[in-house]
Nanobody, 126 residues
Framework: QVQLVESGGGLVQAGGSLRLSCVAS????????MGWFRQAPGKEREFVGF????????YYADSVKGRFTISRDNSKNTMYLQMNSLKPEDTAVYYC???????????????????WGQGTQVTVSS
């Protein structure tokens, strides 16, 4: 089993930055592919970014490309989502997810991830 706990959300003005953390416990998550999703009120959960098991390939949604960066510190079992140049439309609950079998081609499909965190709220004011 893997437990994921996100933190780092909050209220920020447009143009500001936040760094979300996702701390994993229970198994060696350095061997898992990790993803970030978000869900705004009244909307479906949306793919934000993905890093494969080897940490070689990273993918981002077009809406965040160039502004968001995924990184991970395996020594701390932690994945990060650095969010810069935030916009009001980035407002959502952000979730990290992990899976040991998912292939990158399935990265957009939330159902393919076995483990999820509880989410952290990000609110961007205009």
């Amino acid at each position: 089993q893997v437990q994921l706990v996100e933190s780092g959300g909050g209220l920020v003005q447009a143009g500001g930055s936040l760094r979300l953390s996702c701390v994993a416990s229970g198994r060696i998550v350095s061997r898992a592919a990790m993803g970030w999703f978000r869900q705004a009120p009244g909307k479906e959960r949306e793919f934000v970014g993905f890093r494969d098991r080897n940490g070689v390939s990273t993918y981002y949604a077009d809406s965040v490309k160039g502004r968001f960066t995924i990184s991970r510190d395996n020594s701390k079992n932690t994945m990060y989502l650095q969010m810069n140049s935030l916009k009001p439309e980035d407002t959502a609950v952000y979730y990290c997810a992990a899976d040991y079998r998912i292939a990158a081609i399935h990265r957009l499909d939330a159902k393919k991830y076995e483990y999820w965190g509880q989410g952290t709220q990000v609110t961007v004011s205009s």
